[in-house]
């Protein structure tokens, strides 16, 4: 009665899936003839009706079925160097380090009679190479951040996007703020230069009603140049470029272009200019506002970038353009209008003849500057200026500067 009353476990008393009785018995026979097959191979043997090798496994286990290797052991040991042989060897190598492995093994078999291979030769130098000549130290990465908005922007070319419709390359050009993580601006150009930075700082400063402390760019051709060196005096931004083929120093934004791409460009079968152009800001305010940062506690970037308080003055936005400017050199007109530049003759106007003028480059082109005013410019300087010296050929026999409304200049008076 009381062997009635116990509890008894439920369910089945065997596994559902375990195998047949005569099925593990071929298993079992199968192993024991051939104790140095696999249990693919054995799998293999027993075909289509054949258990998984995962349950051949099982039952060699249960059963105590040892797979045997397939290689006879060793009967003797190996081998080796004795140490008169490695010192002479070594001595050698230090004596004459200029022969290699293939000369060194032969001189010490032919002329001491020592055995010796030229890839234990070879091991034997760069041992003794690394020993004289220690590997530097793995560097120490230093992680930065600034403390506030705006303090520092990272700017930078995304050079990856090959346009369907134009098969030419577009570039995306963005300057994130160090502290926040966030876009302060983002824009796809086809043809960038210098002045397509300085007008994206520009931008910038506008949008977000601030002037940076600094701003750090790579030593691309667009970021490297005196309208642009100019521009961050005159506004007093620091300029700052990162070291030569180290793009760590901007790893921020690097990173962050790897999102770009997965979130945003890799989202389409085929990458059109005004497709892409006209879905960007809604990608950035996505990125700003939206998705989280890890490095922010999983918070969008738009919550550091409110934390700024400290306005720029109204009118120095106004008229920020006037401080991208920087003076190209001074030349004297000949007696009929004409100026020298890139080997040819420039026209400025017989107004002007026999007198200085004062070359200056800013955003619209190349001005000339007489008495304190603008009286010409040239508007497609830049692409002159591009060109390589062995394209200069290519240039028209003349060159002409277009006259441009007297007004007095404010960019002399700061030059004064």
Known sequence: MREALNDRARGPKRPHNRLAPHREAGVIACCQRHPTLSSYEVRERLGDDAPTARTIQRIRRRCDLARL???APATRLARRLTSETVQRAASLIQERPYLGPERIAWDLQNGEHLTISPSTVKRLKRKLHEAMYPLPAPPVWRFYERHHPHSLWHGDFLEKVTLTDLDRTAYQLTLMDDYS???VFCDLFLDPDMRTTVRALIA???QWRVVPNAVVFDNGASFKGRLLVAFCQHVGIRLIHSA????QTNGKLERAFRDDMKDFYRQYDEWML?????NLPAYIHYRNAVRGHRALGGKPSITRLHEHDRWAPQEVLDRLESFAWHEVKRKAVDRYGYIPMFGRLAYVGRAWK???ITLIETLEGLEAHAEGQCVAV???YWKYRKRPSWEWRTIPPRLYFRPYEKTTCPRIAVAS
Request: hydrophobic fraction near 25%; aromatic fraction near 4%.
């Open 274 to 278: 005004e497709l892409l152009r006209s």
């Open 204 to 206: 910038a400063m506008r």
């Open 69 to 71: 290797p397939k290689r």
């Open 181 to 183: 993580r966030g876009y």
């Open 354 to 356: 026999e007198r200085e």
């Open 378 to 380: 040239m508007r497609d």
């Open 244 to 247: 030569v083929h180290h793009p």
